[in-house]
């Protein structure tokens, strides 16, 4: 009986042996994934058969998770910094596109283009003195001014030039020789004669002030021996100073007859909630024209550069410079309006020179009615391209957020 006893103990401490052995292994199958600080835990294991069992039976049957440690901590982290950039970025980049596409190409705010504000100020360059064997005269600097590059029919091109020291100072200079000549293409010879240039420091023929040590002229290509020139005329000036010689040279493109002249209408119109100026003009070559304005409010702070850009048939037409309602909103103006400096060209593309002008339309070529701002429209430009564009940019915003919640929170 004592036997019999002793066996039924051994067995049911060798099943009781076996069900915990059964129970661990199951533990850590459940486990496997959860990372050491899991697999560790001792407290975890029962030695009574059904804590074991109960064990067993709660382990879940869903995927292992991926392992919890340091490294795989910091991996995700870094991922997670990668993706925050890349979303700031794409964000920027969608806010900046936007922005910048708020309104058409044809009316932008001039302060995008300040070389733009005043077209018809003269081109001037401070540079050191150039000698005639290429070394820069040390202490002096070439002053220089050209009154326009793109010269039309009557146009005439004022010049200056003057030497002054490192100080500002005016410097001694005598000018030489000075001659206007056509550059013409390779291979080519001129049909038009070499001109004397008067330069002068008397205040006549364009110098502005007599005895100022700047040298002055004013040139009238079509009148001084360059009638009916469509290309590159080149001013050489040979100056002296402290006996020595430099050489300047000013370029100037003469672009023909012009392709259209102006009739002297304009007129505005409150039209789908922008503002459109119509300019006309009696086109003799057909083809496509490029007109430019500039626009300013009341108080003549700059306010647009406006543009027309498109094919264009022969007879009467009215160029349209059309100033976006949205801009106008934005910018709250000060009316009336001014409408001034319009430029106007006939392209010739493959041609040199590429461009037939019109005549310059100098100052004001028209003052606006009072216009209230809710008479202007409140809507962004819209076109299919940038409708496209911003669409991409939102996906890649999208992604990146996407990403970012997928990876979870920072911690």
Known sequence: MARHKSERGAVAWWVLGAVAVLALLAWWGRDAGSGPAQAAAPEAVKPAASAAAATTASAPASAPRAPFTPAALAARQRERAMWQQRLEQAQQTLEAYRASTRYPHEARPLAEQPDQVRPNLPIEEDAPLRLADGRAARGVHLRTSQERVFVQGDESVRLSLSLRGDDGAVLPLRVVRATAREVPPPNTGSLYPVVPVNFNDEGLDGDLQARDGVQGVRLQPERQG????????????????????????????????????????????????????????????????????????????????????????AGAQEFRLSLFGKLVRDAQPVFPLTLRDVEAFLLRPDSFPDRSLMARRTGTVLVTRHHPLAAFSPAEWQSEERSRYLAELQRDVSEAQGRLTQLGPSR
Request: hydrophobic share 45%.
């Open 226 to 313: 360059f009638a009916g020139l469509s290309g590159q005329l080149r001013v050489e000036v040979v100056l002296q100073h402290a006996g020595q010689e430099a050489v300047v040279f000013f370029d100037m493109v003469l672009t023909g007859a012009p392709g259209a002249v102006w009739t002297g209408s304009v007129r505005e119109a409150l039209e789908e909630g922008s503002l459109n100026f119509y300019l006309g003009a009696e086109v003799r070559v057909p083809g496509r024209y490029v007109v430019t304005g500039r626009v300013d409010d009341a108080t003549g702070r700059p306010l647009a550069l406006l543009s027309f850009n498109d094919e264009v048939g």
